[in-house]
């Protein structure tokens, strides 16, 4: 109890609840909450801890004071009550400052998929490569640039019928082997596939379960996916901006057919990318 007692004493300075808006309260697995931090002259804000990890804070892009967070929730966490710590800088002074935040189950789809083993588990040769690109991939997720590239809303990158959403859970030969990691849109092979926002091409390439895969870069840790594809119009290293034709859909990689396989991923983290761009639509312009 005195123990208690004494951090309210020690955390309670100049930041107050009001000071500090997360947009919910509590928050399904899989999901982004957004974090917003009134500017202040004696504070300079360090970083957000939550459930074991650390996510950075930006000045906000389109309000002239005040910084924001995201704080992607992993698909994979359990539900439950936490803390979310706001360390900051008071006079040079290291404080902190929390607001609760819960984490509740998303209650998602369970498919249950019955196959031989040997479809389940890859070959040698293929596993490797499989493996590489996961890597290769999350190299580029967990780098975060400095720089925002988007000045305007999220656009989604194609007008069609959503057949599949994020989360359906993959359950092989009654393992949980993993989940539906995007969302999928209806298309035939060949469809213009639009760059969601402004940002840099960081993968243009074919690979293994993903097939034809171009990755946007939108800068502050925010990445866009596109998989399945059958033609891109870009490559690695070029700036694109929203609206902008990447290439075509298609059925490439481990498909049963031809569609647009959409995903997002913030500071490293794989979340709904529809929800994601709901979400920063509302809270960045
Ligand atoms: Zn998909």
Known sequence: MMYKVFILIFLGTTLFASNIKLDRTTIANGQSVFLELAQIREIEYEKIDFMGKSYPIYKHQTKDAGYYSILPISYYEKAKKDKVVVHYLENLKPKAWHVELSVIDGNYEKEVIKVSNSKVNLNKKDNARAEEEQ????????????????????????DSKITSGFGKARIYNDTLKGYHSGTDFRAEVGIPIKASNDGVVVLAKERFYSGGSVILDHGHGIYTCYFHMSKFNVQKGDKVHKTQIIGLSGDSGRVTGPHLHFSARVSGVQVDPLQLIELLNKKLF
């Open 135 to 158: 890597k290769e991939a999350m190299r580029i997720y967990n780098t975060t640039s400095e720089k925002s590239y988007i000045s305007s809303e999220f656009i989604v990158p194609l």
